[in-house]
T-cell receptor
Framework: DSGVTQTPKHLITATGQRVTLRCSPR?????VYWYQQSLDQGLQFLIQ???????AKGNILERFSAQQFPDLHSELNLSSLELGDSALYFC?????????????FGPGTRLTVL | KNQVEQSPQSLIILEGKNCTLQ??????????LRWYKQDTGRGPVSLTI?????NTKSNGRYTATLDADTKQSSLHITASQLSDSASYIC??????????FGDGTTLTVKP
């Protein structure tokens, strides 16, 4: 158990819909990262937050947005969902903002868009 | 462009055998290199982290090596077990603070 929690574990929805994925980082970690992993693909970095502020952006679509709240939990919002958005979405956390630090990954949310 | 290439893409070995996974990178300047193990459908778990000055690091039956001059790393697994079946991901961090992920090597250990 990494100490990072993600909810829900599974999510099934239809095209065009909007969903919110939630992540709670490890106690003491200020940085949160979001990754997308499509079937049989590598991890794709989406976005990073540090202490409530956006720190770095990766290959995140405009239909996707995220935020980190004062209690440090983070939410990833996916809207106008398409079939291709079906994937595992992982959250990770680390102590400092540097991406060179070890990141601890949550169990992931499996999103299925029908 | 910073890149991390892993080989082989997939590997099948018999239980008890050793194997070595490769990671070549072009990330520069270099900060550290991390190996993760990812079981199917689960989040990655860190195995080793190596900085520029370290050329080998062990974690149980896993031993990672780093040659910063040739920009190559390897992950050696000794006396493989069925539970070693997973994807192994190489991640390289640059000094600018960004990490580049490899696509992973899928290892299957058969009895």
């Amino acid at each position: 158990d990494s100490g990072v929690t993600q909810t829900p574990k599974h999510l099934i929805t239809a095209t065009g819909q909007r969903v919110t994925l939630r992540c709670s980082p490890r106690s003491g970690d200020l940085s949160v990262y979001w990754y997308q992993q499509s079937l049989d693909q590598g991890l794709q970095f989406l976005i990073q937050y540090y202490n409530g502020e956006e720190r770095a952006k990766g290959n995140i679509l405009e239909r996707f947005s995220a935020q980190q709240f004062p209690d440090l939990h983070s939410e990833l919002n996916l809207s106008s969902l398409e079939l291709g958005d079906s994937a595992l979405y992982f959250c990770a956390s680390s102590v400092t903002p540097g991406q060179r630090d070890e990141q601890f990954f949550g169990p992931g949310t499996r999103l299925t868009v029908l | 462009k910073n890149q991390v290439e892993q080989s082989p893409q997939s590997l099948i070995i018999l239980e008890g055998k050793n194997c070595t996974l490769q990671c070549n990178y072009t990330v520069s300047p270099f900060s550290n290199l991390r190996w993760y193990k990812q079981d199917t459908g689960r989040g990655p778990v860190s195995l080793t982290i190596m900085t520029f000055s370290e050329n080998t690091k062990s974690n149980g039956r896993y031993t990672a090596t780093l040659d910063a001059d040739t920009k190559q790393s390897s992950l050696h697994i000794t006396a493989s077990q069925l539970s070693d079946s997973a994807s192994y991901i190489c991640v390289v961090a640059g000094n600018a603070g960004k990490s580049t992920f490899g696509d992973g090597t899928t290892l299957t250990v058969k009895p």
